[in-house]
């Protein structure tokens, strides 16, 4: 069975060690009766290593972010094997919050291959920042698709997990969330462009998951009708109640 994946990505937030020790252990001991589901905590760097060796199989380590460099003199950077010996199996790269302050796709693809090397699965964001009348939005994303894995082969993008995140949706209240059919079109369409390099079978193994403005009203209309792998959630994820009601419900499809 495919289990959905419902990352929470913690951002620059929270404030103290002791909320984040607080909100892991209310999440994580809710996962274990999770059938269907696998979390995917992502704290902020500071915040990693206090949950080192502390993933398991319902309620994984992830990072925000990653360098592009293996090893070297990179002041304030964090490389793929720190988050590994630290337990982290997940890390997103390319989030619209990093690319907005000049993270490239040339470097999101470098991190890729570090991250593959050192057996962290790549969570590669990709997401538009406007929904234009004329479709430019589908070239958007066909690009950054593209342009990220153009080095990768099949076998090396089915280690990955695409996060579909419309810019214009996320940190908004549920209303300002992209509408189930609309994300279903683009999950097709996502499918479609890696089909045409990959082929239609290693496409659909590919998870590939919405986020933006997630909450607990929204989230089974999300995943059912945007037919989507799972959910990449923000704010939601720092309020380890309405978080855990949202992983039980998807539990349910
Ligand atoms: P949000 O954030 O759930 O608060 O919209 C999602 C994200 O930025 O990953």
Redo the contacts with the bound molecule.
Sequence with gaps: MKKKYIIG?WKMYPDTVSEARRIFSDIKKKTSLLKKVLVVIAPSFGHVGLFEGKGTKSCALGAQDVFYEEKGSFTGQVSAGQLSSLGVTYCIVG?S?KRAIGETDEEIAKKISLLLKAKITPVVCIGESVRDVHGEYLAILENQIKAVFARYSGDEVKKCIIAY?PIWA???NSGGAMKPTDIHETMLFIRKILSQKYGKEDAFVVPVLY????DETNALSVVKEGMVDGL?????SLKAESFNAITRLIDTI
């Design positions: 990505n989030h919050a995140e996320i940190g908004k986020g933006g403005s997630v990449l959630i923000g704010r939601e």
